[in-house]
């Protein structure tokens, strides 16, 4: 009967360690892919095209599904015929992806106006309305009820969002003194544009994600196959977006123009950053994920202090609790368990 004890103890061990390992992990990647964004639209010098980037990601994301997707096939003449057989073989089913695919990719050009002209913790904060957009599509598309803790949680979450955004813009000067660049970001930003961009990118994000998981539902392929269609369709609806808004000035200063190890890094971030949250993610209840938010919102607001000069005062800090407390409420286990009827056997995760 001893023996027995350690061999039990050590895959709880390890359970735990991957838990906190998830944790930390959601965390940095919430964090820092705001934070590393933000960061690119203050640097001085010449500022790289927002719709480049996002083509870049997409086409790096398909990279790397179909990488894995080759790992698991273990041979090219399998892979080669799944793709054919999946992809191509499936044209109406392939089609269907179509939708969240110009989507999202129009969430993520819109990101980059919110973050350009919104401070990393009000945008972050503020992008938090996912939440209470992907619960009403869900609700009426997917026909899921939510607990009455949840609708009080989708509340309480507009609440915070709504004071964080009415705080006073014209804040006492702080004894750190902001760096030019983000002195010319201030000036030239314009936080009506940045507000409008957030909210529309939460609205994108929640019928997106929603209409993602109804094709989900009804499927049995594998989420890297669905994101390997989603992101040929990005990359084409990217191209197409990019060239519309940007083309000009594309043709006048180049595909990489103002690109930067920065840049890159954002790219990648992007890329992969969705990759790897799909890996740990089933690791991470929803209690974890609650705390992975939350310690993302307080690690941007730290990151901004002393990063981009940025000033919490007393109305965006009682803002950001209410927001982090919604998040909390919404996501208590209690609370999934009328959920978990209408939810697809696999994970959900729009990489």
């Not at 609650?290 to 730290?302: E, K, Y």
Request: net charge positive; aromatic share 12%; hydrophobic share 50%.
């Amino acid at each position: 009967m001893s023996s027995a004890k350690p061999s039990q103890a050590a895959p709880e061990g390890r359970f735990c360690s991957l838990k906190y390992i998830s944790l930390l992990t959601l965390t940095v990647q919430n964090a820092s892919l705001i934070l590393t964004i933000r960061y690119s639209r203050t640097l001085p010098g010449d500022m790289y095209i927002a719709t480049t980037a996002v083509v870049f990601a997409e086409i790096f994301k398909v990279l790397a599904c179909l990488l894995i997707i080759l790992f698991e096939k273990r041979g090219i003449r399998d892979w080669l015929r799944f793709l054919y057989t999946s992809i191509i073989g499936q044209p109406w089913d392939t089609l269907k992806l179509s939708i969240p695919a110009l989507i999202y990719t129009v969430q993520n050009n819109l990101q980059y106006v919110a973050i350009s002209n919104l401070e990393a913790a009000t945008f972050q904060v503020t992008y938090q309305l996912k939440i209470l957009t992907t619960a009403l599509f869900s609700v009426f598309m997917l026909n899921k009820s939510l607990s009455k803790l949840q609708w009080v949680s989708l509340v309480m979450l507009f609440v915070g969002v709504s004071i964080v955004q009415l705080q006073p813009t014209d804040l006492p000067s702080s004894t750190q003194k902001p760096s030019e660049s983000v002195e010319k970001l201030k000036v030239s930003q314009n936080p009506l544009l940045g507000l409008a961009a957030v909210i529309s990118s939460c609205l994108c994000s929640g019928f997106a994600g929603v209409y993602f998981e109804k094709i989900l539902k009804g499927s049995q392929m594998s989420v890297w196959l669905r994101n390997i269609q989603l992101g040929l369709y990005g990359t084409v609806i990217g191209l197409t977006g990019m060239y519309v808004k940007d083309g000009d000035k594309i043709a006048d200063k180049g595909f990489l123009f103002g690109y930067s190890r920065v840049v890159w890094i954002v790219i990648f971030m992007q890329a992969f950053g969705g990759l790897l949250v799909a890996v740990v993610v089933k690791y991470a209840d929803n209690i974890l994920k609650g705390f992975a938010t939350s310690f993302s919102i307080i690690v941007s607001c730290i990151a901004s202090v002393y990063l981009f000069s940025f000033q919490m005062s007393s109305q965006f800090l009682l803002g950001a609790a209410l927001v982090i407390l919604a998040i909390f409420s919404y996501g208590h286990p209690r609370n999934q368990a009328k959920m978990t009827e209408t939810k697809p056997s696999g994970p959900i995760v729009k990489v």
